[in-house]
């Protein structure tokens, strides 16, 4: 690591057993001085009211965390673990937010948000639209995604913000935030980070549109459901564009051919999380009545990483940490398809911290089946 005052990194990850040698493996391997901000992702098998007084008392910096389905190291995928990373220097300084009880959040609160990190800010020479980006962590089964990333966005003037919907090792029952100390859900963690350091913030995702149209003519957003497309029963009217009858319906099908969505030129992806006995679709994010939508087709899953590698080398020459949100669905094929072994040496290539998450942001939008993040150069 070129020795530059003003911006210095740490990562580390864990796979110990117990709360105790986890946090202290972690901070060993990232605690450094004058830490800004601490980042970290545990699987939801820890028992999190001890871990959270651990990472309380171990980093007196702001903290933000949460659990996952999974988590992603420099070493590669990584499962039931802890892994984080910590930011030091000069050239970066974090505005940290906890937004509780999202059910009841509005965009007033938000806008109060906003105003206050505003107040805070301390590089005034950087533009608001090239110094500045957000971090989101959020309760991966509130199904809110949708409205806290929008008001956000909104509120900070289309700050670019990447983030991940927090995962519970695919047990869907509860997810949990980490903030001001303690694991929380119904809850998000945001955090605006300034900087002189050159960043790039990205998405990717190895799906290409097919032709046919599919037009949402009922359904209930609020659920992320929905009942008909084309005027028939979704699942049926999903099944026949694949050729195939609903009883074969199930989550292979479901993760090889999501629909996509059209929005501002690009597409991104809309994932079925599962077919219904009423015939309605229940989708990973919220569809609303009016949408076109085409069915995905998935292309090399691997190939599609490399060519964002190469990417991000390209934007950030010699990256000095790359934060990533990695949809759990990724991470499922890439286990189906005996992946493990070709990504985790790209992975391998820079500096990756991150998890698996129940959803990716990125800018205004929720997403499925993509990998957002964010890479931080040296500025050397």
């Known amino acids: 690591m070129p020795n530059n005052p003003g911006f210095q990194v740490r990562i580390g990850s864990s796979t110990a057993q117990t709360e105790e040698q986890a946090v202290r493996e972690l901070r060993e391997q990232i605690e450094q001085p004058e830490m800004k901000l601490v980042l970290f992702f545990c699987s939801s098998r820890f028992r999190l009211d001890r871990l959270g007084e651990l990472l309380k008392q171990t980093f007196p910096c702001p903290a933000l965390g949460c659990t996952t389905s999974g988590e992603i190291t420099t070493r590669g995928y990584q499962q039931g673990g802890l892994c984080g990373v910590s930011l030091s220097g000069a050239a970066l300084h974090a505005h940290c937010r906890v937004l509780t009880s999202l059910s009841a959040l509005s965009p007033v609160h938000v806008q109060e948000i906003a105003a206050s990190v505003r107040s805070e800010r301390r590089m005034q020479g950087c533009a608001e639209d090239k110094g500045v980006f957000g971090i989101l962590l959020v309760d991966g089964l509130s199904m809110l995604e949708e409205q806290v990333i929008a008001w956000l966005f909104s509120a900070f003037d289309g700050v670019p913000i990447v983030g991940g919907s927090a995962g519970d090792d695919l047990r869907f029952e509860r997810t949990w935030i980490y903030a001001d100390g303690r694991f929380l859900s119904d809850a998000a963690a945001f955090c605006l980070l300034e900087t002189r350091l050159p960043f790039w913030t990205f998405r990717t995702h190895h799906f290409e549109p097919g032709e046919d149209k599919l037009v949402i003519t009922e359904a209930d957003p609020t659920r992320r459901c929905v009942m008909e497309i084309n005027g028939e029963p979704a699942a049926l009217a999903y099944a026949e564009s694949l050729g195939l009858g609903v009883e074969e319906l199930g989550p292979a099908v479901f993760s090889k051919h999501p629909l996509m969505l059209k929005i501002g030129g690009e597409y991104y992806v809309r994932s079925i999380q599962k077919a219904n006995r009423d015939g309605s679709l229940t989708f990973y994010c919220a569809i609303d009545n009016g949408l076109v939508l085409r069915v995905g087709r998935g292309v090399d899953l ?68 993509t990998l957002t993040g964010v890479v931080l150069g040296d500025g050397a």
């Open 302 to 369: 691997a190939g599609n990483f490399q060519s964002q590698l190469s990417l991000i080398e390209q934007r950030v020459p010699n990256p000095k940490l790359v934060l990533a949100f990695d949809c759990i669905l990724r991470r499922l094929e890439i286990q189906d398809k005996n992946l493990f072994g070709e990504m985790n040496g790209l992975l391998k290539r820079f500096p990756f911290i991150g998890f698996s998450t129940y959803g990716e942001q990125f800018n205004s939008i929720h997403v499925n089946q």
